[in-house]
Antibody, heavy 124, light 115 residues
Framework: QLQLQESGPGLVKPSETLSLTCTVS??????????WVWIRQPPGKGLEWIGT???????YYNPSLKSRVTISVDTSKNQFSLKLNSVTAADTAVYYC????????????????WGQGTTVTVSS | QAVLTQPSSLSASPGASASLTCTLR?????????IYWYQQKPGSPPQYLLR?????????GSGVPSRFSGSKDASANAGILLISGLQSEDEGDYYC?????????FGGGTKLTVL
């Protein structure tokens, strides 16, 4: 059974870099069948896609965050990671990792399995 | 104007049907888009319900009851999530999503109350 688990600091200072990792069990991040996704949800608000990555390293980012975001994949650890730099209070959110099924090497369906999420607060 | 617009709230009675709409921005034709639907309960991650583009291009999420179904209303330029035989456990927030201009975009969500 596929499981995704987010991990990382729950508190990040303004202007610093938010770093999270998603550990995948029950599937391989190195599989050509899936893409891997980060999404976030500010307190009391809706969902926002951050970015998507393929095992090859090809990544797709939300244009509104692209200048600050890097998503990477580590097949040896079966993990993928998110880095968001220059954070502000507006980046306070629950961060989710999720899986998308591939529809080719550069196309994918929506997210069908989500992690439980991890809360990140940006505050000094 | 947002790409996807959802009513903020909807109430319906147990046993009844609820139709949740997801309206695409003017100029974006719903017919060419896959619309995804998610259910979220307080303190939990979103759960994938289904995706719908057409009757020949749709998918039910794993373990999702058949009383959840997707469709489109071309005249309203909207995707629709129909929940039949409403149960108290169906209460929650429902989000639609689609791929537009090289990005996943979500609707603002509809809070469904079953009372």
């Amino acid at each position: 059974q596929l499981q995704l688990q987010e991990s990382g600091p729950g508190l990040v200072k303004p202007s610093e870099t938010l770093s999270l990792t998603c550990t995948v069990s029950g599937a391989s991040v190195g599989s050509s069948s899936y893409f891997w996704v980060w999404i976030r949800q500010p307190p009391g608000k809706g969902l926002e896609w951050i970015g998507t990555i393929y095992y090859s390293g090809s990544a797709y980012y939300n244009p509104s965050l692209k200048s600050r975001v890097t998503i990477s994949v580590d097949t040896s650890k079966n993990q993928f990671s998110l880095k968001l730099n220059s954070v502000t209070a507006a980046d306070t959110a629950v961060y989710y990792c999720a899986r998308s099924t591939a529809a080719g090497s550069s196309a994918f369906y929506g997210m069908d399995v989500w992690g439980q999420g991890t809360t990140v607060t940006v505050s000094s | 104007q947002a790409v996807l617009t959802q009513p903020s709230s909807l109430s319906a009675s147990p046993g009844a049907s609820a139709s949740l709409t997801c309206t695409l921005r003017s100029g974006i034709n719903v017919g060419t888009y896959r619309i995804y639907w998610y259910q979220q309960k307080p303190g939990s991650p979103p759960q994938y319900l289904l995706r719908y583009k057409s009757d020949s291009d749709k998918q039910q999420g794993s373990g999702v009851p058949s009383r959840f179904s997707g469709s489109k209303d071309a005249s309203a330029n909207a995707g629709i999530l129909l929940i039949s035989g409403l149960q108290s456990e169906d209460e929650g927030d429902y989000y639609c999503m689609t791929w537009h201009s090289s990005a996943w975009v979500f609707g603002g969500g509809t809070k469904l109350t079953v009372l």
